[in-house]
Antibody
Framework: EVQVVESGGGLIQPGGSLRLSCALS????????MSWVRQAPGKGLEWVSV???????YYADSVKGRFTISRDESKNTVYLQMDSLRAEDTAVYYC???????WGQGTTVTVSS | DIQMTQSPSTLSASVGDRVIITCRAS??????LAWYQQKPGKAPKLLIY???SLEVGVPSRFSGSGSGTEFTLTISALQPDDFATYYC?????????FGQGTKVEVK
């Protein structure tokens, strides 16, 4: 079965760091574009970052320089390292295969003191 | 960056109504547009890709059209399960951008 499962969310203080994980099954990280998309409470969807099959990456301006997307082919997992977190980063973070119907259930990140 | 302007933001409709949602891109994206449906607390569900291709398993009352900068999602006869929020997504380039969303609510 093709699916992705996110983990790693939680409550973190402003300025802190968190790493989200996205475990893939049924397809490989090497052969797909994998994205992170977030949704702040009561708001719309915001694209965050992508990692290509070849390893290139792109980021939204709102997270550039603070977030880093990476992957581990041996674990078939994508990561989102989030540093210098701000209150406005509070959201449900979804891992998704780019422009597809493969989305995880989401993991909640809350940045608050 | 490509901006996606979606309208309306809210739409009040009744079961059986024909519903049309529009997305406009700030520059041509050919047909690299997808439509998603999202219900509260759930991940988005893909309805349409490449502007007009129906995802497997999606009811045929959903259809998409358009190319270049103007796109529409049409629900031919609204069903009770269709009350949700709908988003367009351009995937012509990076950063990817979503429309602001259209909430379809009960009239």
């Amino acid at each position: 079965e093709v699916q992705v499962v996110e983990s790693g969310g939680g409550l973190i203080q402003p300025g802190g760091s968190l790493r989200l994980s996205c475990a893939l099954s049924g397809f490989t990280v090497r052969s797909n574009y994998m994205s992170w998309v977030r949704q702040a409470p009561g708001k719309g969807l915001e694209w965050v970052s992508v990692i290509f099959g070849g390893g290139d990456t792109y980021y939204a301006d709102s997270v550039k320089g603070r977030f880093t997307i990476s992957r581990d082919e041996s674990k078939n997992t994508v990561y989102l390292q989030m540093d210098s977190l701000r209150a406005e980063d509070t959201a449900v973070y979804y891992c998704a295969r780019d422009h597809s119907d493969v989305w995880g259930q989401g993991t909640t990140v809350t940045v608050s003191s | 960056d490509i901006q996606m302007t979606q309208s309306p933001s809210t739409l009040s409709a009744s079961v059986g109504d024909r519903v049309i949602i529009t997305c406009r891109a700030s520059q041509s994206i050919s047909n690299w547009l997808a439509w998603y449906q999202q219900k509260p607390g759930k991940a988005p569900k893909l309805l349409i890709y490449k502007a007009s291709s129906l995802e497997v398993g999606v009811p045929s009352r959903f259809s998409g059209s358009g190319s270049g900068t103007e796109f529409t999602l049409t629900i031919s006869a609204l069903q009770p399960d269709d009350f949700a929020t709908y988003y367009c997504l351009q995937y012509d380039g990076f950063p990817r951008t979503f429309g602001q969303g259209t909430k379809v609510e009960v009239k």
